[in-house]
């Protein structure tokens, strides 16, 4: 199956510093990708759909200044948090479609996990 | 606003035996559901999609059904082994089923005694 690898698997950063979350599709073209937020015990909500070639779009309440999403590449999108802050502590998933399948089958990537001091 | 909800936090059950786990959701009519497994600190694995014109699917020890009705899914796992154990995640598509983002339950823990 498509396989969607994460980089790093997980980071510690000081407050007020800023972090860059890569995420790859392996073996496929991702035209569009999602960024999802895990907190422990939660479900995983997601933030931003990133889409190759143009603008993020952004799910209500969260800040596109504050989580830039770059889609460069068909393999390739970054979130980067900026300013971090100890609430920005999580768990950070991506996951892209393989449309060409015709499946709505979504591939996760292992996930990132931030953690702010 | 769309909802979804598993109506277990955890469930615990003996080896060998049938799991089932539940998936509700109010205020919507989606195209198809989905399930997903997840380990911890690890990003969900696809399980079984189900669309809204069937009522069950199924995949080796694992049976699916859909009630479009009820709207509800019920996840079967037939006998459950330790490796089972898991967290099994409920996921809507978001947007009519067209653009694959996906609204995902909280999940329901699950722990496979040998």
């Known amino acids: 199956g498509a396989v969607v690898s994460q980089h790093p698997s997980w980071v510690i950063c000081k407050s007020g510093t800023s972090v860059k979350i890569e995420c790859r599709s392996l073996d496929f073209q991702a035209t569009t990708m999602f960024w999802y937020r895990q907190f422990p015990k939660q479900s995983l909500m997601l933030m931003a759909t990133?889409?190759?070639?143009?603008?993020?779009?952004?799910e209500q309440g969260v800040e596109k200044d504050k989580f830039l999403i770059n889609h460069a590449s068909l393999t390739l999108s970054t979130l980067t948090v900026t300013s971090a802050h100890p609430e920005d502590s999580s768990f950070y998933i991506c996951?892209?479609?393989?449309?060409?399948?015709?499946?709505?089958?979504?591939?996760f990537g292992p996930g990132t996990r931030l953690t702010v001091t | 606003s769309q909802k979804i909800e598993q109506n277990s936090e955890a469930l615990n059950i003996q080896e060998g035996k049938t799991a089932t786990l539940t998936c509700n959701y109010t205020?919507?009519?989606?195209?198809?559901l989905q399930w997903y497994r997840q380990d911890p600190g690890r990003g969900p694995v696809f399980l079984l999609l189900i669309r809204e014109n069937e009522k069950e699917k199924r995949k080796e020890r694992l049976k699916v059904t859909f009630d479009t009705t009820l709207k509800q899914s019920l996840f079967h796992i037939t006998a459950s082994q330790p490796a089972d154990s898991a967290t099994y995640l409920c996921?809507?598509?978001?947007?009519?089923?067209?653009?694959?983002?996906?609204?995902f339950g909280k999940g329901t823990k699950l722990s496979v005694k040998p």
């Open positions: 205020n919507y009519s989606p195209a198809y």
């Open positions: 996951s892209a479609p393989d449309l060409t399948s015709g499946s709505y089958e979504q591939y």
């Open positions: 996921a809507l598509d978001g947007y009519g089923g067209s653009q694959g983002n996906l609204i």
């Open positions: 990133s889409n190759e070639g143009s603008k993020a779009t952004y």
